[in-house]
């Protein structure tokens, strides 16, 4: 099965550990606080799209590629706490 990492992981470890960034440092220059960055890199709380953006400008990235990672990563998350076939839909499609 599928699983990507949370798009926290991949900031944490491509974007701030080369760099040798702090949270704080990381934070201030994104223009958020400490704590929720913290949030995104441990996996507490997602990417928004202003926060793809502001990842975007910080680390010459595109916001698309962060909501992406996410939208992944939900969806993957989705599938396995839910287990498709436990849940009760009924098919529309004809």
Request: charged residues 25%; glycine residues 4%; hydrophobic residues 45%.
């Amino acid at each position: 099965m599928h699983n990507p990492p949370h798009p926290g992981e991949v900031l944490k470890e491509v974007c701030l550990k080369p760099k040798v960034l702090s949270v704080t440092e990381a934070a201030r220059a994104l223009g958020v606080s400490r704590k929720t960055l913290s949030a995104i890199l441990n996996g507490r709380a997602g990417i928004s799209a202003e926060m793809a953006v502001r990842l975007a400008i910080a680390f010459d990235t595109t916001a698309e590629s962060w909501l992406n990672q996410q939208v992944q990563y939900d969806l993957a998350q989705a599938e396995r706490k839910r287990k498709r076939k436990k849940l009760r839909v009924k098919s529309l499609a004809a």
